[in-house]
């Protein structure tokens, strides 16, 4: 299965700020996905990043506070703009690399301050 | 719309003894894949276990051991001879293939005495 290099592993981040958050994998896969986690909670999906398009975003989320950029099969960003407190949750990156076995990055705990 | 419904929060269990997560869905689907995902407290998610809709056998992976029943929706996770290690949420999640996206449930906590 692939293997999921994410960071920054943690962060503190003063409000109003920005913070790009990235995943590498050590296989070209077709399709990333972002996953947000709020303290205590499940995993939430935030958006799907295809290689040479948009990516797509689950209802709630929208471009303008988490932009995405997907520029190889290898590699994608997830941003998280203009943050406040409620930002401050786990960012997780996934990937299925073995067919239909999702392997996911360590992920990113941010806190908003 | 899938829904994954995990309903109990948490649960414990003595080491070395048989303990029994549940988790129920909702699809009108027909080819799907669920899948039982632990998260330690590193959180780390990690896949335990996968069960693909089309097999009627249940899925078995060393220790942990799927109770598909496919007519009923629910399909949960048995650990064997659970250890100290098997501490950590368990996440039951649903996947059709048509959009290649996991719809989680919201978890439980299990917690191995010792």
């Known amino acids: 299965s692939a293997v999921i290099s994410q960071k920054p592993s943690r962060d503190i981040c003063q409000r109003g700020t920005s913070l790009t958050i990235q995943c590498q994998v050590d296989s070209q896969v077709t399709m990333m996905f972002w996953y947000r986690q709020q303290p205590g909670q499940s995993l939430t999906l935030i958006a799907t990043?295809?290689?040479?398009?948009?990516?797509?975003?689950e209802s709630g989320f929208v471009i303008d506070k988490f932009p995405i950029s997907r520029p190889n099969l290898t590699f994608s960003t997830l941003t998280v703009s203009n943050m406040s407190p409620e930002d401050s949750s786990i960012y997780l990156c996934?990937?299925?690399?073995?067919?239909?076995?999702?392997?996911f990055g360590s992920g990113t705990r941010l806190t908003v301050v | 719309a899938q829904t994954v419904t995990q309903s109990q929060p948490e649960m414990s269990v003595q080491e070395a003894e048989t303990v029994t997560l549940s988790c129920t869905y909702d699809t009108s689907e027909s080819n799907y894949y669920l899948f039982w995902y632990k998260q330690p407290p590193s959180r780390q998610m990690i896949l335990v276990i996968r069960?693909?809709?089309?097999?009627?056998q249940n899925a078995t992976e060393n220790r942990f051991s799927v109770n598909f029943q496919k007519a009923a929706k629910s399909f949960s996770l048995k650990i064997s001879d659970s250890q100290l290690g098997d501490t950590a949420m368990y996440f039951c999640?649903?996947?059709?293939?048509?959009?290649?996206?996991?719809?989680f449930g919201k978890g439980i906590t299990l917690s191995v005495r010792p």
């Open positions: 996934s990937v299925d690399a073995a067919g239909r076995r999702y392997t």
């Open positions: 990043a295809n290689q040479g398009s948009e990516a797509t975003y």
């Open positions: 999640a649903f996947m059709t293939g048509a959009n290649s996206k996991l719809t």
């Open positions: 069960q693909e809709a089309y097999k009627q």
